[in-house]
């Protein structure tokens, strides 16, 4: 059997267009005389299309999709086409799977429905549970093969072999398991990415291939959808693979694809090898290069689908600001990105220099230095007008007071992101370019940002990267791309939001490389006392926990950026903003 797995990027709700990439990818295969080629799950639509789907001009829409299609397959001949898609069975409406060829339209609806982090799927959609498991009877140009179609989900409670901790204990059944045939097992997908989900996913289609003895096709979406991100890496798995645990072949990394298997191919394949720049990405480096692409998939085709071409940010000189303008360059080019330099009377000569440094390395040609400390005097001054009042002293003098500041300090630091932000979405506007945000998850967790300042703009491409991982993934920008493009000072100096005369971060929280583990580990829902007992500060993680729950209404109003990990401050994560977090103590149950 002669496969091809079309490893594409749908746009969520582009009927249209998407029946274009059915249509021109069908065609490919057609011309290599492959016998089947297989698409992502509700690649009609894109995945998630979430409310989308209360739109039943959709699903209208969707059965003339579906019979346009079908007629186009049909004038082909003798090639199966697989691809995900809607289905609506009177008032049951699926998330299914479609088997085209000359002679049938055979439909799987998916089993089990995630409701958990990112997912919401039973909002929408009727299970398939209870249904038949259907044997899929695929013709080849050697005859009949009997094979299986399984949809995304339906493969991750398999036997429960692989200890997949996100998965809920409500799943009663096991549909691979319950799989017919000994053909070939094509699985559908539109499954997000997140830090070691490659991995994970290796490993329990390692599982299901050694179990069933069967070769199994995963594909995958890829592409940027809001806060998710999808990101390719399609793969086969065959039981007579020289090393059945690692993938005969994988497709490309956050990027489309188009992998044809062959049945007269070797089960020996050259060694796969990812390159960063021109250098092979090592072992220790892999995570945060998967986040790279990631970050840098999601920017692309989130500026793809809305429409911008061009992108400002403000540089500081400091540490996020240069990474986000790397990637910014990296996805639009030096000409297509506006680097602006905005210092305050407390911005010292050495982030100027550190911004101007960072412009030249990337090549980026409108370079603007716009000072706002005239700005930030006149808001002085609008906000505190001179004024004076008599008081006397015990002497019953007459004394003469001016008030010349704030009585709260961070009014004044946070007039400057302010003025910034204001300067930053005029130019925004003018230009017709999108504002990136260059928060990072360190200081959105603490709400160490400010709200219409720092934290403005239309994306927030670092959004899920700790503060540590900032400053690592800074270092392998440098050290893959064989030269300095963060400037190495930037990477040395200790973090300051230079908002106010000797300001650092470490004076108002504690070191990020003491700070984000305790992060991590409260996101993920370890206990506060587990916490407490596994850091070297655990006299400061209430201090933390209560930053943590008091800015939730910053992170609600924060721009959206891609998740990175499992766990993040994203779509899936349903915290109340409006709360007070407290547990009955055991005493006063014990009366005492």
């Excluded at 050495?350 to 230095?369: P, Q």
């Excluded at 943590?548 to 609600?556: D, H, Q």
Aim: hydrophobic share 40%; proline share 5%; net charge negative.
């Amino acid at each position: 059997m002669k496969v091809c797995l079309a490893q594409v990027a749908p746009v969520v709700g582009d009927l249209r267009g998407n029946l274009e990439i059915l249509k021109n990818k069908t065609l490919d295969a057609w011309h290599e005389e492959c016998d089947v080629v297989v698409f992502p799950e509700l690649v009609t639509v894109g995945y998630p299309p979430r409310d989308l789907l209360y739109n039943q001009a959709i699903w209208d829409n969707h059965k003339i999709l579906v019979e346009t299609f079908t007629s186009f397959v049909r004038s082909l001949k003798n090639i199966t086409v697989i691809f995900g898609g809607l289905h609506q069975d009177g008032r049951n409406k699926y998330n299914a799977a479609y088997i085209i060829d000359d002679e049938q339209i055979r439909i799987v609806h998916k089993r089990l429905l995630p409701e958990y982090n990112i997912f919401n799927e039973a909002r929408y959609f009727h299970s398939g549970l209870g249904e038949d498991y259907q044997i899929i009877s695929i013709k080849t140009q050697q005859g009949y093969v009997d094979c299986s179609v399984v949809i995304c989900e339906d493969m991750w409670n398999f036997q429960s072999s692989c200890d997949v901790k996100w998965l809920p204990s409500a799943y009663l059944e096991d549909p691979v398991s319950n799989l017919k045939g000994d053909g070939p097992i094509f699985i559908i997908n539109g499954s997000p990415y997140w830090r070691g989900k490659i991995e994970t996913t290796q490993k329990i289609l390692a599982t299901i291939c050694n179990a069933t003895h069967r070769v199994v096709y995963w594909v995958n979406q890829v592409g940027a959808h809001d806060d998710i991100v999808t990101g390719g890496y399609s793969m086969v798995f065959h039981p007579e693979s020289w090393n059945v645990d690692k993938p005969l072949i994988m497709g490309k990394l956050f990027e489309e694809d188009r992998i044809v298997i062959d049945p007269s191919w070797s089960m020996i394949l050259p060694k796969v090898e990812h390159f960063w720049y021109d250098k092979v990405v090592e072992a220790q480096d892999w995570d945060l290069y998967c986040d790279y692409l990631a970050i840098k998939l999601h920017l692309a085709d989130y500026l793809r689908k809305t429409g911008f071409s061009k992108a400002v940010l403000g540089v500081s000189g400091g540490i996020d600001s240069a990474l986000v303008c790397a990637i910014a360059v990296d996805v639009l080019g030096p000409t297509n990105v506006t680097a602006v330099s905005l210092p305050s009377q407390y911005s010292s000569g050495g982030s100027l220099g550190d911004a101007n440094g960072l412009a030249k390395n990337l090549n980026i040609t409108d370079y603007r230095v716009i000072p706002i400390k005239e700005m930030h005097e006149i808001a002085r001054k609008l906000l505190l007008p001179s004024y004076s009042f008599e008081t006397r002293d015990s002497l019953r003098s007459s004394v003469y007071i001016s008030k010349k500041m704030f009585s709260n300090p961070l009014v004044d630091e946070n007039i400057q992101p302010r003025i910034r932000a204001l300067l930053l979405m005029a130019i925004s506007n003018e230009d017709g370019s999108i504002l990136l945000t260059t928060s990072n998850k360190s200081e959105g967790s603490v709400g160490y940002t400010t709200l219409y300042g720092d934290m403005s703009g239309g994306i927030a491409p670092i959004i899920d990267l700790f503060k540590t991982d900032v400053f690592k993934m800074c270092r392998l920008i440098n050290k893959y791309a064989g030269r300095e493009i963060i400037p190495q000072t930037t990477i040395e100096k200790p973090p300051s939001a230079e908002l106010r005369e000797g300001q650092l971060d470490n004076q108002s929280l504690p070191e990020y490389d003491l700070l984000d583990p305790i992060l991590e580990m409260f996101i993920n829902d370890v206990p506060i006392e587990q916490i407490k007992q596994k850091t070297t500060i655990p006299d400061r993680v209430d201090e933390i926990v209560k930053k943590i729950y008091n800015s939730e209404f910053k992170r609600a109003q924060a721009p959206l950026g891609p998740k990175l990990k499992l766990r993040s401050f994203d779509s899936g994560r349903l915290i109340p903003i409006a709360k007070r977090v407290s547990f009955v103590d055991a005493h006063e149950k014990a009366g005492i």
